[in-house]
C-alpha cells in the first residue's frame, strides 16, 4: 500500500538556523498537505500543494512539490521558538480520500 | 473562526466495552475524518465519510467501528468493544475540499 516517508525523525537547532524536513512517498500523489502538531496539541493545516513542481511561502515557510509529485519539502528559514513542534507531511493518491501522514520530524529550538 | 469540536475530551473505560466519540465538523463542510494517534507515534488515517456514506476505510477500521452522522452537525465515532490497543487519541477532521481541520481530539484509555 501507499508509505509516505519523513526525515529526519528529529532536528535540534539554535534559534535562527535553517531547518528542512523531507517527504517521501511511494506512489503519486493527488496531494499533499502540511501539517503543524504542538506537543500536546492537534495537527493544524498548514498548506495544500496540488500541481507539480509548486512551490509556496508562507512567510518564513517555503513548501515544495516535486516534479514527479512523489516527494515534497517543508523549509523554514531563520527558526524562532515558537516554530517547535512537529510538522507532519500527508499524501492522498490519485482517486481517493484515504490521507496517508508522514511519522513526522519533531522540531526543536534552542534560544 | 469556526473549529471541529470534538467531546468528551478524554474517555477511560474498560476493555470490551462500547464507547461513542463525537464531534461536530465545520458547518459548511463536505467531507468528514477519523484519524487516531497513539501516544508518540504518526496519525493514522481511519475512515472518510461524503454524501453520508462512508467513503474509504483503512485496514484499522474493521468490524469493531462504525461511523454515523445521525443528524446535519454530529458526526460519531463507535467501537463496539474496546481494546487495550484501541487506546490512543482520536482526532475528527473536516474539510470543504482536500485541506482538513482537526479538532481536538478524544483520548481514549481502555482499562
Known amino acids: 500500500g501507499q508509505q509516505v516517508m519523513q526525515i529526519p525523525q528529529y532536528q535540534h537547532v539554535q534559534e535562527g538556523e535553517d531547518f528542512t524536513t523531507y517527504c517521501n512517498s511511494s506512489?503519486?500523489?493527488?496531494?499533499i498537505q502540511w501539517y503543524k502538531q504542538r506537543p500536546g496539541g492537534h495537527p493544524v493545516f498548514l498548506i495544500q500543494?496540488?500541481?507539480?513542481?509548486e512551490v509556496k511561502k508562507q512567510k518564513r515557510l517555503t513548501f515544495q512539490f516535486g516534479e514527479a509529485k512523489k516527494n515534497s519539502s517543508l523549509h523554514i528559514t531563520a527558526t524562532q521558538t515558537t516554530d517547535v513542534g512537529t510538522y507532519f507531511c500527508a499524501g492522498r493518491g490519485t482517486g481517493g480520500f484515504k490521507t496517508i501522514f508522514g511519522a513526522g520530524t519533531r522540531l526543536f529550538v534552542k534560544a | 473562526e469556526p473549529e471541529v469540536t470534538q467531546t468528551p475530551s478524554h474517555q477511560v473505560t474498560q476493555m470490551g466495552q462500547e464507547v461513542i466519540l463525537r464531534c461536530v465538523p465545520i458547518?459548511?463542510?463536505?467531507?468528514f475524518y477519523w484519524y487516531r494517534q497513539i501516544l508518540g507515534q504518526k496519525v493514522e488515517f481511519l475512515v472518510s465519510?461524503?454524501?453520508?456514506?462512508?467513503?474509504?476505510k483503512s485496514e484499522i477500521f474493521d468490524d469493531q467501528f462504525s461511523v454515523e452522522r445521525p443528524d446535519g452537525s454530529n458526526f460519531t465515532l463507535k467501537i463496539r468493544s474496546t481494546k487495550l490497543e484501541d487506546s490512543a487519541m482520536y482526532f475528527c477532521?473536516?474539510?470543504?475540499?482536500?485541506?482538513?481541520?482537526f479538532g481536538p481530539g478524544t483520548r481514549l484509555t481502555v482499562t
Open positions: 465519510f461524503y454524501n453520508n456514506e462512508i467513503s474509504e
Open positions: 506512489t503519486t500523489l493527488s496531494n
Open positions: 458547518s459548511n463542510h463536505l467531507y
Open positions: 500543494l496540488v500541481k507539480s513542481g
Open positions: 477532521a473536516s474539510g470543504y475540499d482536500y485541506e482538513q481541520y
